[in-house]
């Protein structure tokens, strides 16, 4: 039996509507927003999970506490998790598609372009730079195998401000402690010195008392002589000569005849 106008119209658009509300499923599917399908068949309803083996880990990377990048060798962000895009205090969005080194301090640029230049498929490396909201990052380079997205990596970076800070009182303690060791030091020195210099002078007055006890020795000794002279002379003298008389504090000798 011939369909009529009428009929084939209402089938074209019912057959219109089902293609619209299966492009949306395919577009819903495509973009992730589907975890699985309920499909009606002769053993009842059929759930169909169209979770791919990367959900698991795809779910880790944007739970994990570390942030997490995917890394073009020109340093372009492909893919960033939301604990990146917190460290570097930017909306995600924003952060995917720019450049990583817009977000890191200019002092430590050169090291990061360095180090991204000299990236190989058998090594791994760890960089440790300051971003420009103070924080500090370590950077843990893993590049991916070749078959997986050419040459680029995957980027884990850690928040160290806090250690950094600590090594940074450590830092300054030990340059404290190397300079009040160098004060110490100093102090020693000038005690030595001055030590040295008391001896010397204790052995200049102890060769100035030495040289004085010769000196009075040397008087005394001149003394006795002196008495000793004035004795033999005294003794000379009164034989030759006597008394008189006393006058005052004088007394007058005369010649024996």
Known sequence: MAKTKKQLIIENEELHSRLIETEET?????????????????????????????????TFIEEMNEGAVTL???????????RFAELVNEPIECVIGSYLNRFIAPKDKSKFDDLLAQQ????????????LNTLSLKLSFHLLPSYLQGDNFILIATDVSEM??????LLELKSLLEQRLVQLKDLRIELINAKIEAK????????????????IA???????ELKLKLKHKKANDDN?????KQQGD???MKKRP
């Open 218 to 224: 040397r008087h005394k000794l001149k003394e006795s």
């Open 200 to 215: 010397v002078e204790n052995n200049k007055l102890n060769d100035t008392n030495n040289k004085l006890v010769k000196e």
């Open 164 to 169: 950094k800070k600590k090594e940074n009182e």
């Open 26 to 58: 395919l577009k819903a599917i495509r973009s992730g927003e589907v975890d699985a399908i309920v499909v009606s068949g002769a053993e009842g309803e059929q759930v169909y999970s169209i979770n791919s083996a990367e959900t698991p880990y795809r």
């Open 120 to 131: 190989t498929h058998n090594k791994n490396d760890v960089l440790i730079l300051s971003l």
């Open 72 to 82: 073009t060798r020109e340093g372009i962000i492909l893919y960033c998790n939301q």
């Open 240 to 244: 030759g000569f006597i008394r008189t």
């Open 250 to 252: 004088y007394t007058i």
